[in-house]
């Protein structure tokens, strides 16, 4: 039974490792600091980077200047155990240096002992219809 129990965790383990690289959006999994500790593939063609160049930077650093304060304040709250999560429009700098506007959704994950970490998805925002078109 234990060998058995043993096989279906690592089926599960390899099946969400798949699903988590094959994901069409941006994915991430970041450290209550801020640094991506884990990014998918396609989080790397939305910013122009390969996943090795992503992980362990900060997620400040490709963020608008004017869209870091909003996105702090959040994860401050998530921080003190406030909030579980958000979504919100934002900006990320591509390597190109043109800045693109996202849809991030971002999830707290809590362990007992341990501070949260976070579970982020990201896509590139649709455009906004002028009302005068």
């Known amino acids: 039974a234990r060998v058995?129990?043993?096989?279906?965790?690592?089926?599960?383990?390899?099946?969400?490792a798949a699903a988590f690289d094959a994901a069409p959006i941006g994915m991430a999994v970041v450290a209550a600091d801020g640094r991506w500790l884990q990014v998918n593939p396609a989080l790397g063609q939305l910013t122009g980077r390969t996943t090795t160049d992503l992980t362990g930077s900060r997620v400040h650093d490709l963020t608008h200047p004017e869209d870091r304060a909003a996105g702090v304040a959040l994860l401050t709250e998530i921080l003190a155990g406030r909030r579980d999560g958000y979504q919100r429009r934002s900006r990320l700098r591509h390597h190109?240096?043109?800045?693109?506007?996202?849809?991030?959704?971002?999830?707290?994950?809590?362990?007992?002992?341990?501070p949260p970490y976070l579970v982020?998805?990201?896509?590139?925002?649709?455009?906004?219809?002028n009302p005068l078109d």
């Open 4 to 16: 058995q129990a043993q096989r279906e965790l690592s089926d599960r383990d390899r099946r969400l």
């Open 120 to 129: 982020v998805q990201i896509q590139a925002s649709a455009p906004t219809p």
């Open 96 to 114: 190109n240096g043109d800045y693109l506007p996202v849809d991030i959704t971002v999830t707290a994950v809590r362990d007992d002992d341990e």
